[in-house]
């Protein structure tokens, strides 16, 4: 069952004002969205498809892979199977022309490019990318596929900028499986955060930002942190807990001559106690949300060195003090730690809109398998979420999962 039938998905709805009879009226509007991307879609046939498939994943099907999509609308599932596993259209293409958009929708010089990774949980062996890896989705190392996608977040709303397939080493490495899979000849293995990397350096001026946020698998490579510094990027990332610092504002002990090494975890028991400072984060249903924060300059260790002076953020929930996030920023002392921990929870939000993906454009419900086949599924998945951002951005709220 969609989420969008369910009494939770109808009072979600309700209190971000995307009611079902607003969705009901969305036809005219769906198709003069739609008219920016056609020209994308070369032939007459592939255009067809492409409206089948998009309305398929914006509508109440329980599953929205390619064959109910086809037959929802009284047409055989074959032509939609082949357009979305292996039709010759360009979704690089269409996925530059959503940059475009969202740069004119909502670009924003304070806004965030926010790399996230996404697990899709897979059976079998066949699928391009599928191993036994860590799935944020199901908490544990699972046989699954990973995505790494580029978001941008602002003040005014989120939109889905870029997607890419990460290719485990085994597959890389296997001429048969690259080839059973249309895997390109130029990809090669690359690590999550390079990936990123790519991506920054193609596509990070098509809209304008101030900040690089990511999760702890970006935050904990220093390789990462020291390639964004070199760009003249500002960044604020996760890092574990475990991650050894040395704190910079405290005089070291007698007979040493510097401050020893701990991880922050060990710090923010010792020092932080003195240190928090509340801020009121955004109104929620059960009260105003209410992070704890206090911000420390720090280096990292590196492993033949001490890395260059960071601050390290330390936020808690008042609600959960018992659950302790860190952050790793090359901010300066002019940014003020409220401004900080705004950022912090721009990146958590994007969580939400995952679920969104998953839960209404059925960006995890697919059955292809190859390396085209997932972008292709991706970037419609990724189109028809746009369409959502903006139909809830005209009515005044941010899309909700």
Known sequence: MSLLTTPEGAALLAESQVTASDLAKSPSRLASFLRRYIPFFYRKELRK?????????????????????????????????AF???????????????????????GDPNGALVFDGSGFPKKGTESCGVARQWCGRLGKIENCQTGVFMIYSTAVGWAPLDRRLYLPKPWTR?????????????????????????????????????????????GKAAEFRSALRERQERYLLDVPGRTAIRDLEHLPPRGERAVPFVQARQWC????????????VRPAAKGPLEIDACVVNVRTKLRTRSGPEERLVVLRRADEKSKITFALTNAGPEVPLAELVRVVCQRHDIEELFEAAKGETGMDQYEVRS???????????????????LECHRQGKKLQP
């Not at 089948?52 to 055989?76: F, I, N, W």
């Not at 106690?273 to 801020?279: D, H, I, L, V």
Request: with cysteine; glycine share 6%.
């Open 371 to 389: 390396w085209v086949g997932w972008h292709h599924q991706m970037t419609l998945s990724s189109l028809a979420l746009w369409f959502l951002i």
């Open 84 to 106: 979305v596993g292996c039709g010759r259209w360009e979704d690089d293409a269409v996925m530059a022309e959503i940059r475009r958009h969202a740069a004119e929708e909502f």
């Open 174 to 218: 296997s001429a048969k499986r690259r080839s059973k899979t249309h895997v390109p000849e130029h990809v090669r293995f690359r690590k999550n955060w390079e990936i990123a990397l790519d991506m920054l350096d193609q596509h990070g001026q098509a809209v304008p930002h101030a900040w690089i946020l990511g999760d702890d698998d970006y």
């Open 49 to 81: 498809n492409l409206k089948v498939v998009v309305r398929g994943m914006l509508s109440d099907l329980e599953r929205k892979t390619c064959e109910p999509c086809a037959y929802r609308e009284g047409l055989p599932r074959k032509p939609i199977q």
């Open 269 to 280: 028991e010792r020092f932080a106690a003195q240190r928090w400072a509340r801020f009121t």
